[in-house]
């Protein structure tokens, strides 16, 4: 339900925690698999109508709370002149990668003309769930986008754009506050379309160090926060550590990932909302491990300002059930 959800993103106390997934529109999915045999990724996510169809999938099978948008983080990338393809066995590769200080971008077209497709699915999915669950809109955060655009595609360490970051400070802030202009732009043009709630994945920011962080991406996660006034959630991974840095950011919502111990991350956090936190791989298990796992997340949280969710994305194998005992496991919950 909409209402539930944005109550919990408030910090409200809730009858139950609403439940949503990361990638929960995805290949785990038969009915998903069998769209996306007649279009490919790209293709998907520019029509609107077929975007919509894949999103309300997860919705229409098992009632979740939040219905994200079916999109991909480096579709801002497009506003910037920057283009990209998806690589089958790669993932997302960019074909003009910035490789130096003057390939930084100094300028963006509007994103409702340039994506306008995001637009568009926005209004088919505010206009499909009403009242009946939330509109969830996103977008890769500055340092995430930024490994994408130096790297030219997927990295685990993000040597690209840190030895970027060594050896041009300046042209690594300029093209960090690029990003977080434009995705400041786009979130605006999700809520004018319907979005409810907007979720920031800067997946990959933990890799700065911690002074870097601070210096450099806390005070544009709050530009981009700023810029909106529907509830908003950050994602960033392997940051248990450091959730007093998230907590600053100026998100209404701290997603946490696997790796962090709920409880003591509501100890920490103190009244601020959270977001997860059950480890993906366990719902491998059968169906009473899925549900003792799934409560054992919900008790910790406590009975306020939690929004159930997985500790990162579905993985494309999970069995359909296990979901579905996730969800149900939340909706059974009476307080």
Do not use: C
């Amino acid at each position: 339900m909409k209402d539930l959800f944005l109550r919990a993103a408030r910090g409200e106390r809730t009858e139950r925690p609403p439940v949503w997934l990361m990638r929960q529109a995805g290949r785990y999915l038969p009915e998903y698999r069998d769209v996306r045999e007649e279009y490919t990724f790209l293709e998907a996510i520019k029509s609107p109508a077929v975007a919509e169809e894949i999103s309300l999938m997860p919705y229409e099978r098992f009632g979740v709370d939040g219905v994200v948008m079916y999109s991909d983080i480096l579709t801002v990338l497009e506003p910037l002149g920057l283009s990209y393809h998806i690589e089958s066995g790669v993932g997302p590769v960019v074909e003009n990668p910035v490789e130096s200080p003057e390939a930084v971008p100094e300028d963006y077209v509007d994103v409702s003309e340039e994506i306008d497709y995001v637009g568009a699915l926005l209004d088919r999915l505010d206009a499909s769930l009403g009242d009946d669950a939330a509109t969830i809109g996103f977008a890769g955060g500055p340092f995430t986008l930024a490994s994408y655009a130096v790297e030219g595609g997927p990295s685990r360490s993000h040597m690209g754009l840190r030895r970027f970051r060594a050896r041009h400070p300046e042209a690594f802030r300029d093209l960090l506050d690029m990003f977080a202009d434009v995705v400041a732009d786009y979130f605006q043009y999700q809520v004018e379309h319907g979005a409810d709630v907007l979720q920031l994945f800067d997946t990959y920011a933990a890799s700065l160090t911690p002074a870097d962080y601070r210096e450099f991406l806390l005070p544009l996660h709050r530009r981009i926060f700023d810029a909106v006034d529907v509830p908003t959630i950050i994602f960033v991974r392997d940051m248990g550590g450091s959730l007093d840095v998230l907590a600053e950011s100026g998100a209404d919502v701290v997603s946490l990932d696997w790796t962090v111990e709920m409880a003591g991350a509501r100890e920490t956090l103190g009244d601020v909302p959270v977001q997860g936190n059950l480890d993906p791989s366990y719902l491998f298990g059968d169906e009473a491990f899925v549900a003792e796992k799934t409560r054992e997340v919900i008790d910790a949280a406590g009975d306020s300002g939690h929004i159930l969710n997985l500790g990162h994305g579905v993985n494309k194998n999970t069995p359909v059930e296990s979901v579905a005992t996730f969800v149900e496991t939340a909706q059974s919950v009476s307080r």
